[in-house]
């Protein structure tokens, strides 16, 4: 039964995922050859000077590239489920509810996840042949808040798809705007450094949003 639920998950979200890959890839090769441009027109010491005096990353083109990304894999899942009456009818498999939603939302986290990984391993690797270890970790932390933006985005996006009412929906979309509004409130590199912990801990912990959504769509509440 795991491996139906996550071929399904799978053939609802691999066109999605591929192209937030490759578009994710195409701006992380911009990301790499814009820099590799300025050090061949102005030398590599040039660029450890903007990054050290003015606090530039050269990834801010990156910045909301992992919400959208969250928030495409979401819909792709979610919104069939209940535009097709498809989630009446996975409700009703003789297999425990809750565990077919948490394998739903755990095979979009981990496509997510691989996504943001790949994401991060191309931008450090490339920093870390032309920068110190320090300057390329301050950049790969600058990086990782708008990650977990997009986990966050992801979680919120697949409850409102989910939550049967318009007025619960309009509260959780307002809700997660608010929510991603806090990882980019601080521009400043490894602005979240301090927090990044906590924010791990509430994404964990608003994975019961997707949940409560499903016991209301379950209370017949539409």
């Known amino acids: 039964m795991i491996k139906a639920l996550l071929f399904k998950e799978w053939l609802k979200t691999r066109q999605v995922f591929f192209i937030s890959l490759v578009v994710t890839a195409a701006v992380s090769a911009y990301v790499i050859l814009m ?5 061949q027109l102005k030398g590599v010491d040039h ?17 909301y590239i992992p919400t959208l990304v969250g928030i495409a894999v979401a819909v ?16 009703h498999l003789p297999y425990p509810q809750f565990t077919m939603v948490g394998i739903m939302l755990a095979t979009g ?3 997510l996840l691989v996504i943001y990984l790949l994401q991060l391993a191309a931008i450090g690797i490339y920093d870390s042949t032309i920068l110190p270890s320090e300057l390329t970790w301050r950049v790969l932390l600058t990086m990782i808040p708008w990650c977990l933006a997009g986990f966050s985005a992801y979680i919120f996006t697949a409850s409102i798809c989910l939550e049967g009412t318009w007025k619960r929906r309009i509260i959780l979309a307002l809700l997660g705007i608010a929510v991603l509004f806090t990882y980019f409130a601080q521009p400043a590199l490894e602005a979240y450094n301090s927090i990044l912990l906590l924010i791990v801990i509430f994404i964990c912990l608003s994975v019961i949003l997707p949940f409560g959504s499903i016991i209301r769509f379950k209370e017949g509440r539409q």
């Open 47 to 63: 660029l450890w000077l903007i990054m050290i005096l003015k606090d530039n990353s050269f990834v801010d083109t990156l910045k």
């Open 76 to 91: 792709a899942q979610m919104v069939p489920e209940m535009a097709q009456k498809r989630l009446k009818l996975t409700l």
């Open 35 to 39: 820099m590799a441009r300025l050090i």
């Open 109 to 111: 986290m981990v496509e």
